[in-house]
């Protein structure tokens, strides 16, 4: 008898030691936001960072090793009010359902959308939104918190976050103020502090305001154990500080980082054990479900025909485009050689990965986009599909009314439209234009500082 008690005292020893060492004594925060509508990397380089496919798969590594993973929107979905980032801004909260996120922080720029499409977004998302200091002096009515206490029964004595939330009155633009109204960041925290300081083991603040007034509160409520903030940072990869013991840090922009925040659980305390901010790179394979959403975010901007329903301006002094087919009725060296450039295949680039209906990609894809005679979709305007000779040059129209009129003087500012820090981060242009410049070719009766080249 007294074995088989030893046997059953020595099993309970084994299973405490277990359950001690397991990671159910572990749980991680993981935050991520200021997307700025960018769903994806737009794949036109190796080595982009982000996307919201990456991000789920990096969400499902946690819970794979059985680790507990907060996942939490910290706000500005969409950079600008137009109809493309209103789509955006739908899948995104499709993509949050699916990672399980606990609640969307209203940022700034989330209110750029307007009050009718968020007012809508907040009623039928399961989602909760988040907003500490602000309050909406609109007849659309949106639904949202002042803060939110979560509760994590994953351990034996239940534990609770608080997550605050405040916008910095410097970051509101003007026009936002006809309907909402911003109170002072620490007057609005003051009460919620007091409110919640004895009900929360961990409180979390996430502020869209500068670094400095991030610090200046950290600094105010040291109650506060962990801030996001750094607001419109680049490169967040050195934006880590403390403030006494709090760690205050930002994801960066563009959605291609995402901060995690390491805690473990000993004895119904939580304690911090990390904070890193973790690059979204191809280490993270692309997941399967997210994947199907950006497929179908493609074909709904398909569905809707953005390309050819987005306003057109027409160019200046009636000049219009006339595609590098007509360039080269004359230029026939340099439309030979143009034609094995790359430049030549960049609208191919996009239709091979169904991207053909994406007014942000096409801009760069196709000659003359967004003005009233160049390319509007491919079914109408495939002589100006691709990066064509006057993607560079300018319009044609004129110049082929009147070749002897000085006309395509080029540089290097041309470049940089497209070949951008997002979109083209090692561009150089000395080693790019030895890869396209075309051969010198003057027509007949024509004078010799009539082209730029």
Request: glycine share 8%; aromatic share 10%.
């Amino acid at each position: 008898m007294k074995r088989y008690y030893n046997a059953i005292l020595l099993l309970v020893f084994i299973s405490l030691i277990a359950k001690t060492g397991s990671s159910s004594d572990r749980f991680v925060l993981i935050f991520f936001g200021e997307e700025q509508g960018a769903l994806a990397p737009c794949g036109c380089f190796e080595g982009q960072l982000g996307g919201i496919s990456r991000r789920d798969t990096l969400l499902k590594s946690y819970k794979t090793q059985g680790i507990p993973a907060i996942a939490v929107s910290t706000g500005d979905l969409i950079k600008s009010p137009e109809r493309q980032e209103e789509i955006k801004m739908e899948y995104l909260f499709a993509a949050m359902k699916e990672m399980g996120c606990i609640f969307h922080n209203l940022g700034e720029k989330d209110f750029e959308i307007g009050l009718p499409s968020l007012s809508f977004a907040s009623q039928t998302n399961t989602i909760d939104f988040l907003c500490g200091n602000i309050e909406i002096i609109s007849p659309f009515p949106l639904k949202y918190k002042k803060y939110l206490l979560k509760e994590l029964p994953e351990f034996s004595i239940p534990l609770k976050i608080a997550f605050l939330s405040i916008i910095s009155e410097s970051l509101i633009k003007e026009h936002l103020l006809d309907f909402i109204r911003v109170y002072d960041p620490v007057q609005s925290l003051t009460p919620v502090i007091n409110q919640i300081k004895g009900k929360a083991d961990l409180i979390v603040l996430i502020s869209h305001a500068p670094m400095e007034e991030s610090v200046e509160i950290a600094e105010t409520f040291p109650e506060i154990g962990l801030v996001i903030t750094g607001h419109g940072i680049e490169d967040p990869v050195e934006s880590l500080m403390y403030v006494n013991n709090t760690p205050l840090l930002s994801h960066g922009t563009g959605g291609k980082y995402v901060a995690v925040a390491d805690y473990v659980v000993k004895s119904g305390t939580i304690r911090n054990t990390s904070v890193d901010i973790v690059p979204l790179d191809d280490k993270y394979a692309a997941s399967e479900k997210m994947q199907a959403l950006l497929k179908q975010y493609q074909q709904t901007l398909k569905a809707e025909d953005l390309l050819s329903n987005l306003p057109k301006i027409p160019l200046e002094d009636g000049n219009f485009y006339i595609g590098s087919l007509a360039c080269g009725t004359c230029h026939k060296k340099i439309h030979a050689h143009w034609s094995n450039t790359s430049h030549q295949k960049a609208y191919t680039t996009l239709s091979d990965g169904g991207q053909q209906y994406d007014p942000e990609c096409i801009s760069c894809h196709t000659v003359g986009f967004g003005y009233v005679s160049g390319f509007a979709n491919y079914e109408t305007n495939r002589n100006l599909a691709h990066v064509g000779c006057e993607s560079c040059h300018g319009a044609g129209g004129k110049h082929i009314k009147n070749i002897t009129e000085s006309y395509g003087k080029v540089n290097e500012n041309g470049c940089l439209e497209c070949h951008n820090l997002d979109h083209s981060p090692k561009f150089q242009y000395p080693k790019y234009w030895e890869r396209i410049k075309h051969p010198k070719e003057i027509p007949e009766g024509m004078p010799e500082n009539t082209h730029g080249g």
